[in-house]
């Protein structure tokens, strides 16, 4: 019912900078929340950042200043502006979205995008 379509993750030395992507598309009737997560190697699922449908943001504290998310919702596609990246951020990043249909809302979960940032 609903594709996410990651796109922007790769290989960055420490101080650089990537931008995600995420479009979604289906057949929903809007998308409320839109975020990232990530995942680091042997470690558990973490918020990174994530923004309304209204644009209130939301920040893990270790991307504060760092990491900017946006959102275009004539295109239903959030970014993740990342600076100044750390060898830390290295992770695999995951969109998730919540979708209203017209009677429930559902989360959905991109495949996620490897980041990876050599020191």
């Known amino acids: 019912q609903v594709q996410l379509v990651e796109s922007g993750g790769g290989l960055v030395q420490a101080g650089g900078s990537l931008r995600l992507s995420c479009a979604a598309s289906g057949s929903f009737f809007s998308i409320n929340t839109m975020g990232w997560f990530r995942r680091a190697p042997g470690k558990q699922r973490e918020l990174v950042a994530s923004?309304?449908?209204?644009?209130?943001?939301n920040y893990a504290d270790s991307v504060k200043g760092r990491f900017t998310i946006s959102r275009d919702n004539a295109k239903n596609t959030v970014y993740l502006q990342m600076n100044s990246l750390k060898p830390e951020d290295t992770a695999v990043y995951y969109c998730?979205?919540?979708?209203?249909?017209?009677?429930?809302?559902?989360?959905?979960w991109g495949r996620g995008t490897q980041v990876t940032v050599s020191s």
């Open positions: 998730n979205v919540e979708a209203l249909f017209r009677s429930y809302v559902q989360n959905y």
């Open positions: 923004v309304t449908l209204g644009s209130s943001t």
